[in-house]
């Protein structure tokens, strides 16, 4: 390095450390298992690149509407295994079961056998044909039948409609 004092010039020695740093979101406060991540919650930070793993979450959009499976501290990196999809429907709730086929839509009320977050698949028991089905959930009371040949539905007059 190069200083410059008084119209003189000399070299000066200079040691030091770099040290990569990447953006990360991290949480502001402690989140417990099961509450929803909102965007008051995160801030982004330079964090050592050499402390963060294969599968830290770089970018606000992967941490923001998500649900820790467990309580994550604040001020760390967040791991993918962390977080995932909220729980919409929850085991035993009471959902509208769902189905269509070119001319033909059923619905009918059901029983949700097992937790479930968006767009996951759950069995469901019909509630009148109390037959067990797998559907898709599509929001936090409706799920949608799965296609499958194996699969009918059964509404509550006793017809019986097969999955196509």
Do not use: H
């Amino acid at each position: 390095m190069f200083a410059f004092c008084c119209g003189v010039v000399s070299a000066m020695p200079v040691a030091g450390r770099y040290e990569e740093l990447v953006e990360i979101p991290v949480l502001k406060r402690q989140v417990r298992a099961g509450d929803i991540i909102k965007a008051e919650d995160v801030e982004v930070r330079d964090y050592p690149l050499s402390r963060t793993r294969s599968d830290t979450i770089s970018d606000l959009a992967g941490v923001i509407g998500k649900s820790p499976s467990r309580a994550i501290s604040s001020n760390r990196p967040i791991r993918e295994g962390e977080i995932a999809q909220p729980i919409l429907v929850k085991k035993n709730g009471i959902v509208n079961i769902r189905y269509s086929s070119p001319g033909v839509e059923i619905s009918t009320s059901g029983q949700a056998t097992e937790d479930g977050a968006l767009g996951s698949v759950i069995s469901v028991r019909n509630l009148s044909s109390k037959k067990m089905l797998r559907a898709k959930i599509t929001d936090e009371n409706t799920v949608v039948i799965i296609n499958s040949s194996s699969q009918s539905v059964q509404v509550t007059s006793g017809e019986t409609y097969a999955a196509q």
